[in-house]
């Protein structure tokens, strides 16, 4: 991934940039090749020999990538990233030679509309090229010889040890001024310090260090900078399952992540992030509190109507292709207790309160006081009928236990909370712990087990040594875990309405490491999190899920929530050492 905290583009290892979507997130792709083929849109640049190898990595602590090609001639690189803070969105590639010659060749498909649209292409001068379609606009610059080719822009070009060829794109829009050109050197060197200067802010030190800051860096990139909304992954429709249909849109931004989003940021010392994170929460849970959604653009916007896109083919044939996501739509009552937390531990790490918070927790409680005992679809967003999921009361507990303690309510309002937490805990735990086995279990009156009651003790619903967790993290060991690795729950059972099996969720993974902490069985949380670690791909990033069979990411990617986790893991493991852990129920 490079991004300019904007908008990212996904390059495969190639040289072929194979997803961008312009100018947000969530906004049409112009290249779609990664759902398709080379005909619904892509940016190739790779060596003209038939048989080369490569390799790439990020330079530094950036989002500044570098894929090296090794030819028999000589060897090459070429250097992408995207400038942030420029009025449009760009994306630089420059070519440089580093030994002997190399013979290079160049593709550009530009695809509008999720790869369906091609644009009109004319030449402003000898160096541009104009591409428009509709409301868009694509300025395409480079001092190389273009040419026209089967409906592609072709180049092919040799450079000797020490010459540079640059390659920008930028967008605009058709009916405004046309974008100005950049020196793509300059904006090498500004986006360089750029990011320089943001991870030298990065608190966190240890023989774990750079993990977290290539998650933080991650993290930063899936933001968008205008808002401070952080979207769960730059992609749509990559499968949890190779051939299935659980292909869901990820380029939104989740209420569920919020806490541990915030932490991750508070955590490794990048207060203004998790501020800027804290007042996008606000902003967007503004409205009756029953039209609280689990899901918004990077914007706010709350409709985010789910399509299917037939024309394109999908990953590995892993249809259909969706943007947009239905569960937008469902009841969720888990993201009451992600809003009450987020706002818990933004106080607990010196954030100013947001905007009449006390207002909004009275009402917001008053609405949840009357819900929280519906069912629900569930952290996983289940398409199958609604039940009551153990996790999700569990964090309508954790809405009114940490309303109870908010300092700005007051007395009478604090003390009914309290009773009503206790009234909800006394429930969780009559109804949501198997009587034979002692352990929770995924929902009332269910014997099916759900790595989402892993987070119990992480929120401070109980004590890590309490007999009930130790049992449910027993039953996770032997139900969820396949080759090493946690499953999210057992979906054979259907009870999600989808065809069954997909890949380990990574950040359940993490999540029994955590509990492994807290229970003082650090040995094995190590040997999971080394383990979980080295699972990342060759430029420290991870997707939703990894399947331990094939060994391979599956999923939408990089994913937010599997970075956010490792953040988290990692600095519970340090912290562990220090006794100094900031608990995320603030105890």
């Given at each position: 991934m490079i991004g300019d905290c904007r908008t990212a583009a996904i390059i495969c290892k190639s040289g072929s940039i194979d997803w961008f979507c312009v100018p947000r997130f969530d906004s049409a792709a112009c290249f779609a090749a990664l759902l398709g083929d080379k005909r619904n849109g892509r940016w190739l640049i790779e060596p003209a020999a038939k048989t080369f190898k490569s390799s790439r990595a990020y330079r530094g602590d950036s989002l500044i990538l570098e894929t090296t090609f090794t030819t028999r001639t000589g060897k090459a690189r070429v250097i992408d990233f995207m400038p942030p803070g420029t009025p449009e969105c760009t994306i630089v590639r420059m070519v440089e030679c580093l030994e002997g010659h190399v013979d290079m060749h160049m593709e550009l498909a530009i695809r509008f509309d999720y790869g369906v649209t091609i644009p009109w292409v004319s030449r402003r001068d000898r160096r541009t090229l104009m591409t428009v379609a509709g409301p868009h606009l694509l300025t395409f610059r480079t001092r190389a010889e273009v040419r026209g080719e089967n409906m592609h822009s072709v180049s092919d070009f040799t450079l000797k040890k020490g010459e540079t060829m640059p390659f920008v794109l930028a967008y605009g829009e058709s009916f405004k001024p046309v974008p100005m050109s950049i020196d793509s050197a300059i904006a090498l060197e500004e986006t360089e310090r750029f990011w320089k200067h943001w991870s030298d802010a990065c608190k966190v030190q240890g023989k774990w260090r750079s993990a977290i800051m290539r998650s933080l860096l991650t993290l930063k990139g899936l933001s968008y900078a205008p808002t401070g909304g952080i979207v769960?992954?730059?992609?749509?429709?990559?499968?949890?399952?190779?051939?299935?249909?659980?292909?869901?849109?990820?380029?939104?931004?989740?209420?569920?992540?919020a806490t541990f989003t915030l932490l991750a940021f508070l955590n490794a010392g990048y207060t203004e992030e998790a501020r800027v994170w804290q007042d996008w929460l606000v902003r967007v849970i503004a409205g009756a509190p029953e039209q609280l959604q689990t899901m918004y653009s990077v914007l706010g916007e709350k409709r985010l109507d789910e399509l299917e896109l037939p024309h394109l083919a999908g990953y590995?044939?892993?249809?259909?292709?969706?943007?947009?996501?239905?569960?937008?739509?469902?009841?969720?009552?888990?993201?009451?207790?992600?809003l009450a937390d987020v706002m818990a531990q933004a106080r607990a790490g010196g954030l100013p309160p947001g905007p009449r918070s006390a207002e909004l927790r009275g009402v917001f409680m008053t609405h949840l006081e009357n819900i929280w005992c519906l069912p629900d679809e569930g952290i996983w967003e289940i398409r199958g009928a609604p039940s009551h999921f153990v996790h999700s009361k569990v964090m309508t507990w954790v809405a009114f236990d940490r309303a109870s303690r908010a300092p700005d309510?007051?007395?009478?309002?604090?003390?009914?909370?309290?009773?009503?937490?206790?009234?909800?805990?006394?429930?969780?735990?009559a109804q949501g712990v198997d009587k034979k086995r002692g352990c929770f279990v995924q929902a009332y009156g269910s014997s099916s087990l759900d790595a989402s009651l892993l987070l119990l003790p992480l929120v401070g619903f109980l004590p890590a040594s309490d007999k009930r967790i130790k049992a449910t993290v027993r039953e996770i060991e032997k139900r969820l875990i396949?080759?090493?690795?946690?499953?999210?729950?057992?979906?054979?059972?259907?009870?999600?309405?989808?065809?069954?099996?997909?890949?380990?969720?990574l950040a359940c993974s993490f999540w029994l490491a955590d509990n492994y902490v807290l229970m003082g069985r650090r040995p094995e949380a190590v040997r999971l999190f080394g383990r979980l670690k080295r699972l990342a791909n060759d430029v420290g990033l991870y997707a939703e899920e990894y399947d331990p069979d094939a060994k391979r990411m599956l999923g939408n990617f990089p994913q937010a929530f599997s970075h956010v986790a490792l953040i988290n893991t990692a600095m519970n493991l340090m912290m562990s050492e220090s006794k100094n852990a900031r608990k995320r129920h603030g105890r």
């Open positions: 769960a992954a730059v992609t749509t429709s990559l499968p949890e399952k190779i051939g299935g249909t659980r292909n869901w849109d990820y380029r939104y931004c989740w209420l569920r992540d590995e044939a892993s249809r259909p292709v969706r943007i947009g996501n239905a569960a937008h739509t469902q009841l969720q009552l888990d993201i009451y207790g992600e309510s007051s007395a009478a309002q604090r003390a009914h909370w309290t009773r009503m937490a206790r009234k909800i805990h006394k429930d969780i735990c396949h080759k090493g690795l946690v499953q999210r729950y057992e979906t054979q059972t259907a009870v999600d309405g989808l065809p069954p099996g997909e890949g380990a969720f």
